[in-house]
């Protein structure tokens, strides 16, 4: 199978904890685009907290967002697909979110983030996003149109109960993933990345079989499998790795690089001695 676009999430995939992106991983990004690959990125993240990760690597658009709730061509500034939660399954959320004060719930609308009090992991939100968390009295009061998502953030043992609360309140209206240990997503109903992958390799023109993803968390085991080569990176959790058909190494080994030269730079082994085939990557 010849492969013509990889899609790559952003946390624990293309960066790690320090959030920079590897020299090679640019360089290979840029070898991979002269020979006529596109490379996309889909993450949790809104646009403002991608860009600067689509800026590092020249990625090419659109990009999935929210975790699947959009597709956005971020070249032209057009929403290609989107899905939100209903506004009034959000508000019938927000007490729920309320009757836990350990842990921290965010609401994601009119392209922005706010949080009703600030805390230790709201602002550990904004300096991993490198965003700011607009403050407000109350969710209800710019509650005013349907959420792209909300979060919460908290203690990975916080979360479970959460995560059951919101359940019991709102079924099947929403979807729930974990996209790293300490943040629980509240997504529109059947979004997920695996969603949104076959609509992003549709407006590019590319066959899903073509298309090769790669992940690290939860959020990304529908993409892995939605792909045509899912790849999970090394110490991901026992569910990303049997959703995917390979590994490769993590950021801080500049996984993308190697995942790059073995699929689609043939011929050009890496540092790690990648080459294309089959097993781990």
Known sequence: ???????????????????????????????????????????????DAARRYAEAIAANPPAILYNGALVFDFATGRTLWAHRIP?????????????????????????????????????????????????????????????????????????PAVRRAIAAAAGEAVTQVYSQPDYLEILPPGVSKGVALPRLAAAVGVPIAQVVAVGDNYNDVTMLRAAGLGIAVEGAPAEVLAAAAATCPPPEREGVRVVIERYFLEGQPGRDGARRGGGAA
């Open 87 to 159: 506004e009034a399954v959000g508000r019938r959320l927000l007490p729920v979110l309320r009757t836990f004060p350990e842990t921290s719930p965010l609401v994601f609308v009119r392209g922005a983030v706010y949080a009703e009090r600030r805390t230790p992991f709201v602002d550990l939100y904004a300096r991993r996003d490198h965003l700011t968390v607009e403050i407000t009295p109350s969710f209800e009061g710019v509650l005013d149109e349907d959420p792209a998502k909300l979060m919460v953030v908290g203690r990975p043992e916080d979360l």
């Open 1 to 47: 199978m010849r492969y013509t676009l990889l899609v790559a999430d952003i946390d624990g995939t293309l960066v790690g904890e320090d959030k920079t992106v590897p020299p090679g991983v640019v360089g290979a990004v840029r070898a991979a685009q002269e020979r006529g690959v596109r490379v996309c990125l889909a993450t949790g993240r809104m646009w």
